[in-house]
């Protein structure tokens, strides 16, 4: 995968943008390993508060918990970076907030923090949209902690911007 520049990534931002607003829907993030990245290149974009609700950067098990209402017993038996936390996270940030459509990223950016089963560069995203049931993507980018960010952002907006045509 080429690494999308901050300018493609605006214009990505840009064009889901015009397309939720033509959709009369405003769009949820829930982050981790991305940092509110997703978040930053949504509001950088001039009047994307007529389609970006919030963001939420839970990074420790805590913040997941008491933010997103992801369950202890979830990350305990899964782990942060997981399918099963993944899902709780874009479900809580939906039923947080007064998005229509949301999306949740967790993962291991690196340098460290990779085992054998979940080595750098894992990254689970979820999408949801509505009432409508989640889907949820493991990814494994290459790459240094900036790379496997700007790709996860890249991927995630890709991701919305399906479900916003799935699902009508």
């Known amino acids: 995968m080429n690494l999308p520049s901050d300018q493609e990534l605006h214009q990505q931002a ?3 943008g015009s397309k939720l607003l033509e959709s009369r829907m405003k769009l949820a993030s829930a982050e981790s390993c991305t940092g509110g990245w997703l978040a930053k290149v949504a ?19 805590d913040a997941k ?3 997103l209402g992801v369950q202890r017993v979830t990350l305990e038996r899964y782990g942060a970076v997981s399918g099963e936390t993944v899902i709780e996270m874009v479900r809580g940030a939906l039923s947080r907030s ?10 291991i950016a690196g340098p460290g923090g990779g085992t054998r089963e979940k080595p750098v560069g894992t990254v689970w995203m979820a999408w949801a949209k ?12 290459p790459g240094d ?11 995630a907006i890709e991701g ?9």
């Open 43 to 61: 509001t950088e974009v001039p009047g994307s508060s007529n389609w970006f609700d919030c963001s939420f950067v839970a990074y420790s098990y």
């Open 130 to 141: 509505g009432h409508h049931p989640p889907t949820a993507e493991v990814h494994y980018f």
């Open 98 to 107: 007064r998005a229509d459509v949301a999306v949740a990223i967790t993962g």
């Open 14 to 16: 840009a064009a889901f």
């Open 65 to 67: 918990e008491s933010m």
């Open 145 to 155: 902690r900036d790379a496997v960010r700007r790709a996860t952002v890249k991927v």
């Open 160 to 168: 919305l911007e399906k479900i916003l045509t799935e699902n009508t």
